[in-house]
């Protein structure tokens, strides 16, 4: 039992492999949060001393004992308004507009099995694993119930949290803030670590101490966004790759987010996540229920490298439903930087025909392809082939990218229309856009109203169609501007505040449609690069393009912050031409393709512009990292040193018998010092032998030699140089 209620101590414990979360009922029926951190035995409770706080109020019926104050406990989901002047979970305008939350526990149930959400993505108990409890509290005067909701994966370490607003009375009641979680930490020094970023420099880890106030991660693009992947880490400040407390929280969702850690006035830290409360409502009407998406949650007492392997296995065995989670993928070429918008179908064959000379798998045909698609200016929303460019559609050219044994993928935007567009002079009402204003336009589009069923039912009706008569085997799902002007022309005046959301639903209940009817095609996600690279998109899809910036010095960043929380089978990367478009920058092929193969490796160049020996390079590549898949996929993914001069990362087996070691210069000096690493994961004891790829030497070291002494390598001189090293056991 992962779950356990203690009647006697009205305490409510959940266990993992190496966690123990708790939360007590107290007298009052507050509903306190004792707990969680490493597996320890027994009532928590008794770490929180009465203490008669100035400031801080008591609940009426506690007037005479003032050590008791919801400003100053551990709350397991605070209310607003109600003495609790930390950062609230629920915020409520009941009917008669008395604002504010004041919950007390009315009853749980605990089961086997994970519970579902209704139209949005959760993790699923794939192994028959895991265990739900559901706690309802209750705010009587408001007529609501709060049921939160908790899925354990005992042997994951893993805790899901998802929270479901319910309207018991008889008038509707409006939702001003409905957090997916609430954690109290009250004790230790922690630093925030997150991942900041802009569009083509996504992901930029920044670790810094928590200070007093609020930090808050957030976005209101309607979309994860570039800026701020949802994920982030609490972690000790003496917290590193190896050791330290570190707690890790993961929003399932791809709409405006927010996580606010707070540092209190007693230097108790309390971490609220869910949709971003900032320009969202919701009407709820009698009888009505709300569900706030999901947050994944897990604690590492061993540092950030073991809370990393904690989402990396979680990811694609519990929470991606694609059938392509935990299996291969194909090898492809993408033509987006082989010839943008300028093409033509003999052009694009001759690129697909480069592609089959490589060895890749798939071909991909990128934006240009519809309407009359020749910039990015126009079409978007006319999602039938480009009479010029593709005279007899898209069949004859599926034919001739198969004929080449090439499997044929293919670009979509499906959110979005420009007005220059059938679509849009047929439906102009479908966009998103406030009434008597100009909207904001970005790339010359607009964004299309998916909180309206009608708009769903067109995105879905046009892309089943395009899938159910094509041999179209991967969709790149693209998805390039924030959304503004937010308004939906159906919902009435006072349901403007759920348009973001109900946009997210909309967008969930294609994919999910999508998914489900076309189980065989494999969906990438896009977003301009990794602008919606979160846990909700890969529920539905098992990889996402990880940043329009393909320079791989630019990508040592980008991809290490990935590592966090995504593992790599779920971050898309291609080797481009070298000078990089997007940077400018020079670099060996080598070290273009050791990036490219700490992901999803794909191409995105003209193989007519490379040399013959890169081209034979290249097929050796592809055909290497086909037998490296399986570790790449599988296996343990540590971070080594990154500083100025260089990066390094490593891959090791489930079993520990294979190691991929990658090392990436980043920067040169004069005088250049032999660079130095120290191994992971590897068995101390084993025996181990060394291939490096530019020289194919071999010799023999034991695990605690590599991970202890390390290994040194060759000074790096030149631009950009890499060294990679091919580790087997004996
Ligand atoms: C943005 C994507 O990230 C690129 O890879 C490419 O597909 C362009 N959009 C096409 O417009």
Redesign the pocket.
Known sequence: MSIIYDAGQRLITLKTANTVYQMGIDPLGALLHYYYGPRAEGNFGYLYLPRDCGFSPNPYEMREGRGWSPDTLPQEYSGSNSGDYRLSSLELIAAGGAYGALLRYKSHKISDGKYELEGLPAAFDGQGEAQTLAVTLEDRAAGVEAELLYGVYEARDVITRAVRIKNTGEKAVRIEKAASLCLDIPFGSWDHLHFHGRHAMEMQPERSPLLHGIHTISSGRGASGHQHNPFSILCGREADEDSGFCYGFMPVYSGNHRTDTELDQADSVRVVSGINHEGFSWLLEPGESFEAPEVLMAFSRDGLTALSHIFHFFIPRFLCRSKYALKERPVLL?S?EAAYFDWDEEKIVNIAKGAAALGADMFVL??GWFGRRDD?KRSLGDWYPHKEKLPGGLAPLIRRVNDEDLRFGL?V?PEMVNEDSDLFREHPDWALRVPGRKPAISRDQLVLDLSRPEVCGWMYDTLSSLLREHKIEYV?W?M?RSLSDVFSNTLPEGRQGETAHRYVLGLYSVMGRLVKEFPDVLFEG????GGRFDAGILAYFPQI?AS?NTDPIARLSIQRGLSYGYPACTVSAHVSASPNHQTGRTTPLETRTAVAMAGVLGYELDPAALSKEEMEQIRADIARYRKLWPLIQKGHYFRLADNGLYSAWQFVSEERQQALVSVAARGTEGNPKPLHIRLKGLDPEGVYTIAEDSSGTKREYTGSALMYAGYTLPPFTGDYPCAVLYISRK
């Not at 896009?526 to 690069?529: L, S």
């Open positions: 993408n987006w990128d934006d990015d670009w935007e790149k693209d390039n896009c977003a301009g690069g393009w329009d």
